[in-house]
């Protein structure tokens, strides 16, 4: 079956330690997203890409950085210049940019302790 | 740049009663508007979504919207709700994000609580 694949589903660090996010998609799109939930917050933009080899920041990206070296991956980087990490992660993709629906990942809830 | 406001943080309603979860959005030349819910500790899943065409949008599980250009309004309705519908609603809105692309701008999101 086609779709996003988001792991680990729970990932707990030690604060000022970089930890990486994986988000796998086999549906042949182009576009990937990192969004961060927090309560009451909504969703917010971490990153996006639109092709392989480039990438776009979004509203909070400091402290996280992305690579997209292959059509089918978009790890995120937490590091530890992000002062607040624990949050609830969310990878999407989708066929272009923005016009079309994002289908999303189950999600990584990142606990820094 | 876009932006989203959903009106209300909390709906609770009992079962087999009619809700209206709201959304606004800022305004636009053209707009694509998206509703998605989530269930705990899970992705969001589309509900439904105006690209262009009729004003009314039907989506999965009985909801449906209905785009109001004059008052910036993307309303999601159901007319009868269940317990399975007790979940967080995201509206959200394409937008052109620091002049290089575009993605989803999300609003904070509406917690519908169904009780019987």
């Known amino acids: 079956d086609g779709g996003i694949t988001q792991s680990p589903k729970y990932l707990f660090r030690k604060e000022g330690q970089n930890v990486t996010l994986s988000c796998e998609q086999n549906?042949?799109?182009?576009?990937m997203y990192w969004y961060r939930q927090d309560p009451g917050q909504g969703l917010r933009l971490i990153y996006y890409s639109q092709i392989v080899n480039d990438f776009q920041k979004g509203d909070i990206a400091e402290g996280y950085s992305v690579s997209r070296e292959k059509k089918e991956s978009f790890p995120l980087t937490v590091t530890s210049a992000q002062k607040n990490p624990t949050a609830f992660y969310l990878c999407?993709?989708?066929?272009?940019?923005?016009?079309?629906?994002?289908?999303f990942g189950q999600g990584t809830r990142l606990t820094v302790v | 740049a876009q932006s989203v406001t959903q009106l209300d943080s909390q709906v609770p309603v009992f079962e087999e009663a009619p809700v209206e979860l709201r959304c606004n959005y800022s305004?636009?030349?053209?707009?694509?508007l998206f509703w998605y819910v989530q269930y705990p500790n899970q992705g969001l899943q589309l509900l439904l979504k105006y690209l262009s065409g009729s004003t009314l949008v039907k989506g999965i599980n009985g909801f449906e919207a209905e785009f109001n250009k004059s008052q910036t309004s993307f309303h999601l309705r159901k007319p009868s709700v269940h317990i399975s519908d007790t979940a967080e609603y995201f509206c959200?809105?394409?937008?052109?994000?620091?002049?290089?692309?575009?993605?989803?701008?999300f609003g904070k999101g509406t917690t519908l609580s169904v009780s019987s």
């Open positions: 305004s636009s030349v053209s707009v694509y």
């Open positions: 999407a993709s989708s066929m272009t940019q923005g016009v079309t629906e994002a289908f």
């Open positions: 959200a809105v394409s937008d052109l994000v620091n002049q290089a692309g575009t993605a989803l701008i």
């Open positions: 549906l042949n799109h182009d576009a």
